[in-house]
């Protein structure tokens, strides 16, 4: 059988994490999770609800040396964890003491008092390469939530890549902040594995108004990488407030703008990176926008096409992995991405991309966030041609809908245009700045009952 190190290049005294004004060493870190992981009873999954990264990851490594799953959930809402129990019974909650846990499900604290004196010195454990540790679901956005599986070797193998990636970038490894949640794919990628696995540094905070990024990054040693989104990298923008130094920012979950891209990077001096991938593949591929539209797969990574899918192959992998995205393969390992299969609409004969209308959306004058939707409308004859709808967020705009209709006019077919252009306080974006189909719905019902 396979095995890697739990901690491979396990250095006592390297710098693991930082939390709290401070570094955590390995071996404090492995000493923790050994701690807790003696402390989990006999069981097969465990809610990782953890909010702070570095007891998130102590709990992690801890189920992943007794063998046990971490389920990865999008939401904590009790209607959310109650159907994954349901899924799951012998599941049970592990967080920090004041974890708010579902009623009738059973926790463990991820923390006591003190950290466990250990007379001898601590062994890495041996994990099989092909133990499966996470089951992550995904947040959403297109429909029901679907969980996916990932093996031990193959996350490991995935975040080395990403490393080298980014280190190339930075010249060295970083100590990485991250204003996404652990529990998502890109935020576990990027936040926790990149730096456990690639020789980084983890931070335990996770912040989301800019002075508090601000703040959490001041608390690093440089070279520091910054992992966000789209949506924070917009709010972190608009506060126009200087920044402690990073050596790179690194952004997925949504398309990322070139106007966006060029803001952050003329504002923060430092390359912006964006990723591509899915909670169903992983990271797969990078790419410069402000250096041009092509991505380029991760090392061992390569891509091929067939009756009209694309599939990734990687030794890694136990089996290809199927793109959900419609792309044009320039080589097996550069490729331009035209779209993502769920996102393309066709409405009377011509096409267009969701992604491409957002951005456009958002970048309106006045616009502070709005997003298209295809509606199929409320009679059987609206039905059999659905129109687009959008939401939008632009006080200053306040019924102006036809300012906005005729700026969008200047870009797309009349056929995109909404109708009807909804005005709202907020949208129900979660922790990555995603919307889910079942949240986004109910918002759209709401305000189409209210106007009738």
Not at 34 to 58: E, I, M, Q
Not at 101 to 127: C, K, N, W, Y
Request: aromatic content about 6%.
């Amino acid at each position: 059988m396979t095995t890697l190190p739990l901690l491979p290049g396990y250095d006592t005294c390297k710098t693991l994490a930082w939390r709290n004004g401070r570094g955590v060493s390995q071996a404090e870190f492995l000493a923790d999770a050994l701690a807790l992981a003696s402390r989990l009873p006999d069981t097969g999954h465990v809610f990782n609800l953890c909010k702070d990264r570095y007891w998130f990851s102590v709990a992690l490594f801890a189920a992943i040396s007794r063998g046990i799953v971490s389920l990865l959930q999008n939401s904590t809402a009790p209607k959310n964890m109650a159907a994954l129990y349901a899924d799951f019974p012998d599941a049970i909650c592990v967080g920090e003491p004041d974890t708010a846990v579902p009623e009738h499900m059973p926790h463990v604290p991820v923390s006591q008092a003190g950290r466990p004196d250990f007379t001898a010195p601590l062994v890495v454990p041996q994990i099989p390469h092909r133990q499966v540790i996470a089951r992550i679901f995904t947040s959403g956005s297109t429909g029901t939530p679907q969980a996916h599986t990932m093996r031990f070797g193959r996350m490991v193998h995935c975040a080395i890549a990403e490393a080298q990636r980014m280190w190339e970038t930075v010249g060295q490894p970083c100590a990485v902040l991250g204003t996404v949640p652990p529990q998502h794919m890109f935020g576990l990628e990027a936040t926790v594995l990149l730096p456990i696995f690639g020789g980084g540094q983890l931070s335990a905070g996770q912040p989301f108004f800019a002075a508090d990024v601000a703040s959490a990054l001041a608390e690093l040693p440089k070279p520091r990488l910054l992992v966000t989104t789209p949506f924070h990298l917009r709010k972190l923008m608009d506060a126009n407030i200087k920044l402690p130094r990073v050596s790179a920012v690194l952004s997925a979950t949504a398309p990322l703008s070139l106007e966006l891209a060029q803001e952050v990077e003329a504002q923060l001096q430092a390359p912006m990176v964006e990723i591509y991938g899915s909670t169903e593949t992983g990271a797969l591929a990078t790419r410069r926008p402000t250096r041009g539209t092509d991505w380029l797969t991760y090392s061992g990574i390569t891509l091929q096409t067939d009756d009209q899918q694309t599939r990734a192959f990687a030794e890694h992998f136990d089996v290809p992995q199927l793109l959900n995205d419609v792309v044009e393969l320039i080589s097996p390992s550069q490729f331009r991405l035209l779209g993502r299969n769920s996102d393309m609409i066709n409405i009377v004969g011509k096409r267009n991309s969701l992604a491409f209308l957002n951005q456009l959306l958002q970048s309106l004058p006045g616009v502070e966030d709005g997003v298209f939707y295809m509606h199929e409308g409320t009679s059987h004859q609206e039905s059999e041609s659905p129109r687009l709808l959008a939401l939008v967020v632009a006080p200053k705009l306040q019924h102006k809908s036809a300012d906005i209709l005729a700026a969008l006019r200047q870009h797309v077919d009349a056929v995109f245009l909404p109708r009807p252009l909804l005005f709202v306080d907020t949208l129900p974006r979660d922790a990555n700045g995603k919307l889910s189909a079942v949240a986004l719905a109910e918002l759209i019902a709401s305000h189409l009952n209210a106007r009738h």
